[in-house]
């Protein structure tokens, strides 16, 4: 077999991209078995070319703080951007494309919140825009929603997208902790950044959700209408009683479709304990598909970390090498993909949880169902705890489906009630379809 070399430009040598240079050198035989060409890290571009590295890619590797170093070589063929962030990152990759050079990316925010002018000005240029990486880190979803799962109509997806906010309601749910307490600890082991917001608010792992929307349904979904709601707000005690119904609650992304239209939302659930979903631990990330053909599938592991994030980006090269003719970044034949009809958020249909903090006396419970009837909300559940005449004691219902609407207001026309202590809880609970 003739064997010729491709150079790969580099855009950041942090966790991710020191970490593709530590798997290219220990995997080195098995990679070169699996492609004619062999890969060579030409050019390395970082910030700060004295810091220290994790991994030393050797002589054959130059640094620079030149972005032209990688864009006006000729040489390299595929660049990857492993930067983060947006305004620099969207300027490379547009240049990169622009230059005519593939791109294989880890930032999904990038591609939820202005992916759409990249993946078009790639797909005018016939070159390959490929992000395994950037959903659920080494879990190889992409491939499977592009490749192995064409040949259904994904009818439903419903995932746990962001280790660190997974690693917080676990500790929460098996420790008793409040969110604080988890998040201190997260910080602790490095799970959690400095700055927490993109993960317990929901957004990295809403990032990944508007891709997934792209795989699945072959639309770009505007990511600033996604419904996005974060953990901050889950409290022990809610914890405590979504067990007593026999559930657990995880930061849940889920896309249904309704008619043409797309629900997508991120928002911490309730699922049901023997959901696969819920028994996953720790900062593990899982997916559950459903194929209209294949039925429902699970994929888990780690979504995040070095090598298992690089070891994703790798395959992406590895199969934009083999494919480097037609690259497809979607699995989709149009190369300008309709946008989404979004479901609004208010419209989005599910079964909820809500907790009430209500005066203990007469009449309370009678006067919320009837509330919930008139606004044709019926309640599948409730718990009712007594502490004792005068206190406040929380009241739980489990509702069947109702729309988001509904149940806002709902929550509106109780809140008027004197007898109301506080803000009431509330959470949709998600099942598991046959
Ligand atoms: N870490 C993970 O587990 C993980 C998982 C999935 C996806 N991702 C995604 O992968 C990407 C990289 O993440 P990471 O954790 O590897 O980040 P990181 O450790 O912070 O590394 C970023 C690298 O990019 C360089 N860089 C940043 N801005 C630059 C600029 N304007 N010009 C030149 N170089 C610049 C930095 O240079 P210096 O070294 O000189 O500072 C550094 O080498 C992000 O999009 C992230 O969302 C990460």
Avoid at 41 to 59: A, E, Q, S
Avoid at 206 to 211: D, F, G, R, S, T
Avoid at 283 to 291: A, D, P
Avoid at 359 to 374: H, L, N, Q, T, Y
């Amino acid at each position: 077999v003739s064997r010729r070399v491709i150079n790969l430009g580099l855009a950041g040598f942090g966790t991710v991209g020191s970490a593709l240079a530590r798997i290219m050198v220990e995997n080195a035989d098995d990679v070169a078995r699996r492609t004619t060409a062999d890969l060579r890290i030409k050019t390395v571009l970082v910030r700060d070319p004295d810091k220290p590295r994790g991994f030393d890619p050797g002589p054959e590797t130059t640094f620079t703080t030149r972005v032209e170093d990688i864009l006006d070589d000729p040489e390299i063929d595929i660049v990857l951007e492993l930067m983060g962030g947006l305004d620099n990152a969207e300027a490379f990759t547009r240049k990169a494309l622009e230059a005519g050079k593939h791109v294989v990316t880890a930032n999904k925010a990038l591609l939820a919140e202005r992916g759409r002018p990249l993946f078009e000005l790639a797909a005018r240029k016939n070159l390959g825009l490929y992000y395994e990486a950037s959903i659920a880190g080494g879990i190889p979803i992409v491939q499977a929603l592009k490749h192995s799962l064409a040949a259904n109509r994904i009818d439903k997806l419903q995932g746990i997208l962001n280790g660190t906010a997974n690693f917080i309601m676990s500790e929460m749910t098996t420790k008793g902790m409040s969110f604080e307490e988890a998040l201190a600890e997260a910080t602790e082991l490095g799970y959690a950044e400095a700055d927490p917001t993109l993960d317990v608010d929901g957004i990295d792992a809403a990032h990944k959700l508007a891709l997934l929307v792209r795989l699945c349904h072959g639309q770009h979904y505007p990511f600033e209408e996604m419904h996005i709601e974060g953990i901050r707000g889950v409290t022990p005690e809610d914890i405590r009683f979504a067990r007593e119904f026999g559930y657990r609650i995880k930061l849940i992304g889920q896309i249904r479709q309704d008619g043409s239209r797309i629900d997508a939302g991120m928002f911490p659930a309730l699922v049901r304990d023997r959901f696969l979903l819920s028994k996953l631990g720790k900062n593990l990330n899982g997916i559950r598909v459903m194929g209209n053909m294949v039925g429902p599938l699970f994929f888990t592991g780690q979504g995040a970390g070095g090598l298992p994030t690089a070891s994703a980006v790798l395959a992406d090269i590895l199969m934009l090498v083999r494919r480097i003719d037609a690259p497809d970044n979607t699995g989709f034949i149009e190369s300008d993909l309709p946008l989404a009809e979004v479901l609004p958020p208010e419209e989005s249909v599910h079964e909820f949880y809500l907790r009430f903090t209500v005066a203990d006396r007469p009449g309370v419970m009678a006067a919320i169902a009837s509330v919930m009837a008139e606004n044709d909300v019926s309640i599948a559940q409730a718990i009712q705890r007594d502490t004792g005449e005068g206190e406040l004691v929380p009241l739980v219902f489990m509702t069947h489906t109702a729309s988001t609407r509904a149940i806002a207001r709902c929550l509106e026309a109780t809140s008027a009630f004197d007898f109301i202590g506080a803000p009431t809880a509330m959470l949709r609970i998600i099942e598991e379809d046959a």
